[in-house]
């Protein structure tokens, strides 16, 4: 290699290296040596296709021979580092004969390669385990969030059926009068709001398409049909009479049938 270089060319004379192994002496350690002399923790094995040799090189002298940077060197360092623990830890999986069981992972797409892995017998990596087990916990999640859900709804369903049982609990037929133990009181009928909806709508609706026209003496009466409208809609008992009354005194002037 030589300074005047272009970048084809230097690129051209890099891709004859090819990166064969980088050996770790340990931490604090030197047992290693360099073309140079230098003794090494790093040393990289590099062959030059052209020129079939193989050499013995520090980081420095790598970069010198190569025309690497200091910041690739650094790269493939890590990644030889990453795949030596890997090899590692699968090489103890396989001594130790772990298998991986993928039946507890049913349910969610395994990736085909962890599949094709564990078809020729060899285990999934810790890390490979750990995206499997994130997807299974997030499922779970998700179905635990939809049964709180049905859960929730079914509790609504189960109050709502309650407050309607314990209204027509009150009334012995929906369609007869109760009176109040106490004679100063007014009937009360024992109807429900969807009853009194059912049988009033077109005349509340006919009323509210003519409510300019009542009579100034009778909207005070228009005002208590619709306070009764309201608390029978709450599940409140109501003068059904009260209103059967005040209801046919609006239609007489309005013209209601």
């Known amino acids: 290699m030589t300074e005047d270089m272009d970048n084809e060319q230097l690129a051209e004379a890099v891709d004859d290296w090819i990166l064969v192994e980088i050996l770790d002496g340990g931490r604090g350690n030197r047992p290693f040596r360099c073309e140079c002399g230098m003794p090494l923790q790093y040393q990289y094995i590099v062959t030059h296709k052209k020129q079939n040799k193989t050499y013995k090189l520090g980081e420095t002298c790598l970069g010198n021979y190569t025309r690497l940077t200091s910041e690739i060197i650094r790269d493939i360092k890590k990644g030889f580092h990453s795949i030596h623990l890997e090899r590692d830890e699968l090489l103890l999986k396989i001594y130790r004969g772990e298998k991986t069981d993928i039946k507890e992972f049913a349910g969610i797409e395994i990736p085909q390669s962890y599949l094709e892995q564990i078809e020729h017998d060899i285990p999934l990596l810790d890390k490979q385990l750990k995206k499997l087990h994130d997807q299974l916990?997030?499922?779970?999640?998700?179905?635990?969030?939809?049964?709180?859900?049905?859960?929730?709804?079914?509790?609504?369903?189960?109050?709502?059926?309650?407050?309607?049982?314990?209204?027509?609990?009150?009334?012995?037929?929906?369609?007869?009068?109760?009176?109040?133990?106490?004679?100063?009181?007014?009937?009360?009928?024992?109807?429900?709001?969807?009853?009194?909806?059912?049988?009033?709508?077109?005349?509340?609706?006919?009323?509210?398409?003519?409510?300019?026209?009542?009579?100034?003496?009778?909207?005070?009466?228009?005002?208590?049909?619709?306070?009764?409208?309201?608390?029978?809609?709450?599940?409140?008992?109501?003068?059904?009479?009260?209103?059967?009354?005040?209801?046919?005194?609006?239609?007489i002037p309005l013209r209601i049938q």
Not at 192 to 202: A, D, G, K, Q
Not at 226 to 249: C, G, M, P
């Open 137 to 251: 916990h997030a499922k779970r999640m998700e179905e635990l969030q939809k049964q709180r859900q049905s859960e929730r709804e079914r509790l609504k369903e189960i109050s709502y059926q309650s407050r309607q049982h314990r209204t027509s609990k009150s009334c012995t037929l929906p369609y007869y009068y109760s009176y109040h133990s106490s004679p100063k009181t007014h009937s009360h009928l024992c109807i429900s709001y969807e009853e009194l909806i059912e049988r009033h709508l077109n005349e509340l609706k006919q009323i509210r398409a003519k409510e300019e026209l009542i009579p100034a003496g009778l909207r005070k009466d228009w005002d208590i049909i619709q306070d009764i409208v309201r608390a029978a809609k709450r599940r409140e008992e109501v003068d059904y009479s009260r209103f059967k009354l005040l209801l046919n005194n609006l239609k």
